[in-house]
């Protein structure tokens, strides 16, 4: 049954097919050049930023390197790509780049992370409902999208301390065992992910929090000049309150078809009804949705390669020495006590 929503979604693109006409969408597709594959750079860089909030949530002493949380989150996106459950079921896989110690206050810091940014999203969506009232989009449509928007930005910071106060970790171990492995059985992992929830949410942690959402709010900015980049390679006669709506409908979709995988036909629907109603060709829709599969073919396979790849801190040092002990055939108390012979 967990393949039905996919199988629907993906009937439904040929049924859009269909209705726009493949001669409408070649001639969109014939404006395609080279300048196209600019799209992955604002989406690089915006995952990139939207990365290093969850390493600054962190103690210092397990914190990974810039490199390595930025790893982190482009497995942990490819990973949602993949599976669909809101759009956190790859996040856990991030874990792999702390040691076993500190995963438990790493989850932690992901469910703290997943709310910024959901937040942040929130925000985005808003933006793009304000800029509709400025184009032929209908005015309920507007508002429906603000009312999502608000909703999304505030349940998450609700979210927040709900979380904290019911102590709701243990939901979160089993994920932790599925991603790590049964050693995680220890009912005091999730009290540690508990407890390290709620020192972020301790009053000193505020404006490392508020640091954390606005990197996230310009993060989401970059990653949205993806749909600019793609209208300009087009050729698309948009205004920019065009442009901002036709970025914003990605997070409606994530929040109305969380169980479908990148949410197949349902993005490809939003942006084909959206272009519409903004009297835009249809085709534009659906061209401007190919585009952002074909980054996912760019970048999904480099997921499984970044999680072979995947080494806590020290590991690669942890590693030599343990091979330099095995070669040397000798313990630290045998070495000495071979040096004090030779003397």
Not at 49 to 62: K, Y
Not at 119 to 125: E, F, N, Q, V
Request: glycine share 10%; with cysteine.
């Amino acid at each position: 049954m967990r393949f039905v929503p996919l199988l629907l979604g993906v009937l439904l693109i040929p049924a859009f097919v269909a209705r726009i006409g493949v001669h409408a969408i070649q001639e969109e597709l014939r404006q395609l050049g080279p300048e196209a594959l600019a799209v992955l750079l604002p989406y690089a860089a915006g995952t990139a930023l939207s990365g290093l909030p969850w390493a600054w949530l962190i103690d210092q002493r397990h914190r990974p390197g810039a490199a390595p949380t930025i790893a982190s989150r482009f497995a942990a996106s490819g990973a949602n790509a993949l599976l669909p459950f809101f759009g956190v079921a790859g996040e856990p896989c991030r874990l792999l780049w702390l040691p076993p110690a500190a995963r438990a206050e790493g989850l932690g810091a992901i469910v703290v992370d997943r709310l910024l940014y959901n937040s942040a999203s929130g925000l985005w969506l808003l933006l793009g409902a304000a800029a509709a009232f400025l184009t032929r989009l209908s005015p309920l449509a507007s508002s429906l999208a603000a009312g999502v928007g608000v909703a999304l930005f505030a349940l998450s910071l609700l979210a927040l301390p709900a979380i904290a106060r019911w102590r709701m970790a243990r939901g979160l171990q089993r994920i932790l065992r599925r991603v790590l492995g049964n050693s995680y059985r220890d009912p005091e992992v999730a009290a540690r992910v508990d407890d390290a929830i709620a020192r972020l949410l301790e009053p000193q942690a505020r404006p490392l929090l508020g640091r954390a959402l606005l990197l996230h709010v310009a993060a989401r900015v970059v990653s949205s000049a993806e749909v600019l980049v793609a209208l300009w390679s087009l050729g698309a006669p948009t205004t920019f309150a065009e442009a901002l709506v036709l970025s914003s409908v990605p997070i409606a979709t994530s929040v109305i078809a969380s169980s479908i995988p990148s949410q197949i036909g349902v993005q490809e629907g939003a942006q084909v009804f959206v272009c519409g109603a903004l009297g835009l060709d249809p085709a534009l829709g659906l061209v401007l949705v190919l585009l952002a599969r074909l980054r996912q073919l760019v970048f999904v396979p480099v997921t499984l390669f970044l999680l072979a790849a995947a080494r806590p801190p020290g590991a690669a040092a942890g590693s030599v020495a343990a091979v330099g002990a095995a070669a040397g055939g000798a313990t630290d108390g045998e070495l000495g006590e071979n040096k004090g012979s030779a003397v």
